[in-house]
């Protein structure tokens, strides 16, 4: 019945050491995103996927990458993860046209923790 | 840009009364506004939306309404319940398929 599905749920990584995160969807939604939350705030975009199309938010640090090799599939990479990294991670999807779009459906979230 | 601002940042009520919350948002081309309910350790949850068409939708013991003119939106709970005690958000969009956010509200309900 999982429709976002997040790997890992908590992931431990060292200062520096990259990280990989991953998000898979059932619903076959063309737009996935990936945010960034930390205690007590509103999730924050980091980009979007519409299709293959890469969106990247103008505050986004180069440090945050991602990927989308498939409808499904998508992966945020940390490439030199830092202490102020550590949040919550979430992806979302949604319908990118027609009447429901706008309607983001989130993920469970990958707990970061950098050492 | 585009800003939501939330009202109240937390909120206890007792169990069986009435929950607001409130939204207030600055761009007028705004025409989608959901709540998500989030619990601790988890990803947010979609509990009810409006589209700018309505004024109104109501989902069982959750409404929510919407006010254009004053650009203005409210989540409201009735004969809440503990398990209403979660983390609050709203948040706006105008045709594009990004969210802006409200910054949260904590609701505790005691029973």
């Known amino acids: 019945d999982a429709m976002v599905i997040q790997n890992p749920r908590y992931q431990v990584t060292q200062f520096g050491k990259p990280v990989t995160l991953s998000c898979s969807q059932t619903l076959n939604h063309n737009v996935m995103y990936w945010y960034q939350q930390k205690s007590s705030q509103a999730p924050k975009l980091l980009f979007h996927y519409y299709d293959k199309d890469f969106n990247n938010e103008a505050d986004t640090p180069d440090n945050f990458q991602s990927r989308r090799p498939n409808t499904s599939f998508c992966f945020l990479d940390i490439r030199s993860p830092g202490l102020g990294d550590a949040a919550m991670y979430l992806c979302?999807?949604?319908w990118g046209a027609g009447q429901v779009r706008g309607e983001q459906f989130f993920g469970p979230g990958t707990r970061l923790t950098v050492l | 840009g585009e800003n939501v601002e939330q009202h109240p940042s937390t909120l206890s009520v007792q169990e069986g009364d009435s929950a607001v919350i409130k939204c207030t948002y600055s761009d007028s081309a705004s025409n989608y506004f959901p709540w998500y309910k989030q619990e601790l350790g988890k990803g947010p949850q979609l509990i009810i939306d409006i589209r700018s068409n309505v004024g109104e939708k109501k989902d069982q013991r959750i409404a929510v309404t919407l006010n254009k003119t004053a650009k203005h939106f409210s989540l409201h709970i009735t004969e809440t319940q503990p398990e209403d005690s979660a983390v609050y958000f709203c948040a706006a969009s105008s045709n594009t398929d990004k969210l802006i956010f409200g910054t949260g509200t904590r609701l505790q309900v005691f029973p």
């Open positions: 979302a999807t949604s």
